[in-house]
């Protein structure tokens, strides 16, 4: 029987494996069967931690509830961080990812601040199929219109809009996610500017859909909000399972802000579970 770990980050839950001592023969398909609501565990991402090298505290390896892979993940890279802390008495970790490195700092009160990295700009660094103005996408469904995109180590999308109640968010995403302009498909957010110091922001999640908060959105919602000029480089962003503070710094790094839990912990048969 192999341990794991349920965490989450403002209800974007996690399954945490620890395969730092030893490997686990854990597989696309198996990670999807687990991370199943109904015949898994059930999860946002799967998460898997293996060995730090060349300075990394730990490797967090990334897989969405399809299997698929992912760069990055905001609330997870918060979660990890804590478990590492709390082995090594550290306030400051290093977590690795295949997108880059995210140092994480303890702050007092359970907060937790990871360094997500700089915010990519690029058409090819998003990455879109061809090359255009990040700023203003030529994309629209319905009642949403002319996105902006970055990457925060994965593909968003962030579409401004003036009541967020009103739009059908599940009928959407699924479209969005998968258009032709995302060869990597893009996570995909809807943001209402209630004021230029908070956002309110729901995510379509690559590869998993509605989850009750993003960090890596979060971070794209704030750096395209700054750009097109309806905020500044630091904001609450209000997601459904609460807030996040993010910060852009003027080196172009993004400041995540937030908290960590742990729900709870057990045993699973991974070979239960089709390879």
């Not at 998460?47 to 300075?55: A, F, K, L």
């Not at 007092?108 to 090359?131: N, S, Y």
């Not at 479209?175 to 893009?186: I, K, M, N, V």
């Amino acid at each position: 029987m192999t341990p794991f770990r349920k965490m989450h980050g403002l209800g974007n839950d996690f399954v945490v494996l620890d395969a730092r001592r030893a490997e686990l023969p854990i597989t696309p398909a198996r990670a999807a069967a687990i991370a199943d609501r109904r015949r898994g565990i059930g999860c946002d991402q799967f998460i898997v931690m293996e060995p730090g090298r060349d300075g990394a505290d730990v490797f967090m390896r990334i897989r969405n509830p399809d299997g698929s892979e992912a760069g990055a993940c905001g609330n997870a890279t918060r979660c990890i961080a804590s478990l590492v802390a709390a082995e090594t008495g550290k306030d400051r970790v290093l977590v690795r990812t295949i997108a880059g490195d995210l140092p994480v700092e303890r702050l007092p009160g359970g907060l937790w601040r990871a360094d997500m990295g700089p915010a990519r700009l690029g058409w090819q660094e998003v990455p879109l199929a061809q090359k255009m103005d990040t700023l203003h996408l030529p994309l629209s469904r319905g009642v949403v219109a002319d996105p902006a995109a970055c990457s925060m180590g994965n593909p968003h999308a962030t579409f401004f809009v003036r009541d967020l109640d009103a739009l059908p968010i599940a009928e959407l995403g699924p479209s969005l996610e998968h258009d032709a302009l995302f060869p990597e498909r893009a996570n995909i957010g809807f943001v209402q500017v209630l004021d230029p110091g908070h956002l309110r922001l729901i995510v379509w999640e690559r590869g998993a859909g509605l989850t009750l908060a993003c960090g890596s959105g979060a971070c794209a919602a704030l750096v395209n909000a700054a750009r097109r000029g309806l905020t500044g480089r630091r904001a609450t962003v209000s997601l459904p399972g609460g807030d996040l503070v993010i910060e852009w710094r003027e080196d172009g790094h993004v400041l995540m802000t937030g908290p960590v839990a742990t729900a709870f912990t057990g045993t699973l048969d991974l070979e239960a579970y089709a390879a």
